[in-house]
């Protein structure tokens, strides 16, 4: 396996643009021991990379001490970082709590606003759940059931509208729930529609420009996907970047 995942020519961008080197990796689940823990690792992903991408769950329970412990340890991350939260960084309920923190140490924290670094365009949001394809709930029935829903539209509509700011010839999507089914395959099929939901690759398909999606949450999914489209999607959850390519993060070219 090689050490970095080339996206297809198709994918790359306009002829004799400059790739730039994309890190990127989830589900750090940072608790309140976990002093020093990811240091050295941001550090030689900026030796690797020319940008990191951080997508979600980056602390176990959302508590206040948990993101000033990542944020420590991400100040030795040199090159620049973008981030979007993922349902575990909302448990406490301070979900904007911990995005202040993650900014005092230099991380984009995604949501409505994008973001352009060496050409390349960074969009993002949570996410959300509800399914795949045909499997995919809809907004019929219960009052709950069509909140849920609305919740998962929301976050497929901002993604979409952030993404639609965006002018750039190269641009990537960072979520933490997945968009397609092919990246959550490895999980018990009874968890599926917990995992993700196709309204993220609907927004994702709108557009000509998107090189790469970068996810979370599916711990145990499969690395590497494509939306209806062909877009290339990546499942960077640590465990599952650590068991396709031997370490906790992946390398895409841009």
Do not use: W
Request: include cysteine; charged fraction near 25%; aromatic fraction near 6%.
């Amino acid at each position: 396996m090689s050490d970095t995942t080339e996206l297809s020519e198709a994918a790359e961008g306009s002829s004799g643009t400059e790739r730039i080197r994309l890190a990127a990796i989830g589900d750090l689940h940072v608790t309140e021991t976990s002093e020093n823990r990811y240091r050295d690792m941001f550090a030689e992903i900026a030796e690797n990379a020319d940008v990191l991408a951080l997508c979600g769950d980056l602390t176990n329970f959302g508590k206040s001490r948990e993101a000033e412990i990542l944020a420590e340890d991400l100040r030795a991350c040199t090159i620049p970082i973008v981030a979007v939260l993922g349902n575990h960084d909302y448990e406490c309920g301070q979900p904007e709590e911990v995005a202040r923190i993650l900014h005092t140490a230099g991380v984009t924290v995604l949501g409505e606003q994008a973001v352009v670094i060496r050409d390349v365009g960074f969009a993002g949001v949570k996410g959300f759940l509800g399914g795949f394809g045909r499997g995919e709930l809809g907004a019929f029935g219960e009052p709950a059931i069509k909140e849920f829903v609305d919740a998962a539209l929301d976050e497929a509509r901002k993604l979409e509208n952030a993404l639609r700011t965006l002018k750039t010839d190269r641009t990537v999507a960072v979520l933490h729930y997945a968009p397609i089914v092919d990246t959550v395959e490895g999980e018990p099929l009874e968890i599926y529609p917990f995992l993700g939901c196709s309204r993220l690759a609907d927004a994702v398909d709108r557009f000509d420009n998107i090189s790469a999606v970068v996810h979370g949450h599916a711990h145990r999914g499969r690395f590497q996907g494509k939306t209806p489209r062909g877009t290339p999607v990546y499942n960077c959850a640590q465990m599952v970047v650590e068991a396709e390519q031997g370490r906790p993060y992946a390398i895409l070219e841009i």
